[in-house]
């Protein structure tokens, strides 16, 4: 998969659906965790994505001879992960197993902080919260989404755009995290009416921007995302110009969109070659009009100062 591997190293576990305590070389990227049957083969016994963990919890009560130290939760199973060994036992009592062995509380406990890092982190009740709570309503972007720390799409002044993926639904989707701190008050407006207006059109040759989220101290933005480049990226490359036939494709498009948006009384006001995306990286692509943060509702007071 080519993703960054956060931590490896053997491990038990049982689950909920099979009490047979199972040992295996886990290995955890920014995407999964893998258990392999050995610490250097490709074969494995399962994967578990990180987009369908729930929640990761301590253990609180045995479910079985022994002690557990911590729980995965997904909507299917449950994880009960790790074994203490000196659980309800006099301390100098027991020998301590070796690492590779997978038993052991701190072991377990590296593993339970890894995984909570690596989802950024998911809260303990968050599958009570999905099970409950309408999306529209959920304020923790991390209850729905799951952002993925090494896939950069790209990078601005203000924040970082991270692949990440819908954990309902599997899709994939792009995340611009924004530091509020150093973001302007004015970019801040910017982004906001960006928001307001997007959340509204619904047009193919239009960027799709899904929810944004907002903390003390970052924004995040989860919008569709794209195979493609930005059509001022590929008029710079050293193919440069594209065929005739080409530009008319994409400037038909162009036009389409830009019908739309003025039926709906939006115009756009800040169009140019570096805010047209590009679906994918066929001859033919999707165009998608992108950057509305200059965008005005036509009518309003703003609308005749900034044209």
Same mark, same amino acid.
């Given at each position: 998969?080519?993703?960054?591997?956060?931590?490896?190293?053997?491990?038990?576990?049982?689950?909920?659906?099979?009490?047979?305590?199972?040992?295996?070389?886990?290995?955890?990227?920014?995407?999964?965790?893998?258990?392999?049957?050995?610490?250097?083969?490709?074969?494995?016994?399962?994967?578990?994505?990180?987009?369908?963990?729930?929640?990761?919890?301590?253990?609180?009560?045995?479910?079985?001879?022994?002690?557990?130290?911590?729980?995965?939760?997904?909507?299917?199973?449950?994880?009960?992960?790790?074994?203490?060994?000196?659980?309800?036992?006099?301390?100098?009592?027991?020998?301590?197993?070796?690492?590779?062995?997978?038993?052991?509380?701190?072991?377990?406990?590296?593993?339970?902080?890894?995984?909570?890092?690596?989802?950024?982190?998911?809260?303990?009740?968050?599958?009570?919260?999905?099970?409950?709570?309408?999306?529209?309503?959920?304020?923790?972007?991390?209850?729905?989404?799951?952002?993925?720390?090494?896939?950069?799409?790209?990078?601005?002044?203000?924040?970082?755009?991270?692949?990440?993926?819908?954990?309902?639904?599997?899709?994939?989707?792009? =995340?611009? /995290?924004?530091?509020?701190?150093?973001?302007?008050?004015?970019? !801040?407006?910017? +982004?906001?009416? *960006?928001?307001?207006? @997007?959340?509204?059109?619904?047009?193919?040759?239009?960027?799709?921007?899904?929810?944004?989220?907002?903390?003390?101290?970052? =924004?995040? /933005?989860?919008?569709?995302?794209?195979?493609?480049?930005?059509? !001022?990226?590929? +008029?710079?490359? *050293?193919?440069?110009? @594209?065929?005739?036939?080409?530009?008319?494709?994409?400037?038909?498009?162009?036009?389409?969109?830009?019908?739309?948006?003025?039926?709906?009384?939006?115009?756009?006001?800040?169009?140019?070659?570096?805010?047209?995306?590009?679906?994918?990286?066929?001859?033919?692509?999707?165009?998608?009009?992108?950057?509305?943060?200059?965008?005005?509702?036509?009518?309003?007071?703003?609308?005749?100062?900034?044209?």
């Amino acid at each position: 998969r080519g993703s960054k591997v956060l931590k490896e190293g053997w491990m038990v576990h049982f689950t909920n659906k099979d009490r047979s305590r199972k040992r295996h070389y886990w290995r955890l990227d920014s995407k999964c965790v893998t258990l392999f049957q050995s610490d250097s083969g490709s074969k494995y016994y399962k994967e578990i994505p990180l987009a369908e963990i729930l929640a990761v919890d301590v253990a609180r009560t045995p479910q079985g001879d022994v002690m557990h130290c911590f729980e995965i939760r997904t909507a299917n199973i449950d994880y009960f992960v790790g074994e203490d060994p000196l659980y309800g036992r006099p301390e100098g009592h027991v020998q301590l197993p070796p690492p590779d062995s997978g038993v052991g509380a701190h072991l377990a406990k590296t593993w339970e902080t890894s995984i909570k890092q690596a989802l950024m982190p998911v809260a303990s009740n968050a599958k009570a919260d999905m099970s409950s709570e309408p999306e529209e309503r959920v304020t923790d972007m991390n209850k729905l989404y799951q952002i993925f720390p090494d896939e950069v799409l790209g990078s601005g002044q203000f924040g970082i755009v991270y692949g990440g993926v819908d954990r309902k639904s599997g899709r994939a989707v792009a =995340i611009k /995290v924004i530091d509020k701190l150093r973001f302007p008050t004015k970019q !801040e407006a910017q +982004l906001k009416n *960006e928001v307001a207006i @997007l959340q509204n059109l619904s047009h193919p040759a239009v960027v799709n921007l899904e929810r944004m989220f907002e903390t003390t101290e970052r =924004i995040f /933005v989860v919008m569709e995302k794209l195979k493609g480049d930005m059509l !001022e990226m590929i +008029l710079s490359s *050293e193919r440069g110009r @594209l065929s005739e036939r080409i530009t008319k494709f994409l400037i038909t498009q162009i036009l389409v969109a830009l019908k739309h948006l003025h039926s709906k009384n939006i115009v756009h006001c800040d169009l140019k070659p570096e805010n047209v995306l590009l679906s994918s990286d066929s001859d033919f692509p999707q165009v998608k009009l992108c950057d509305f943060g200059f965008a005005r509702i036509i009518g309003e007071k703003s609308f005749r100062r900034s044209v």
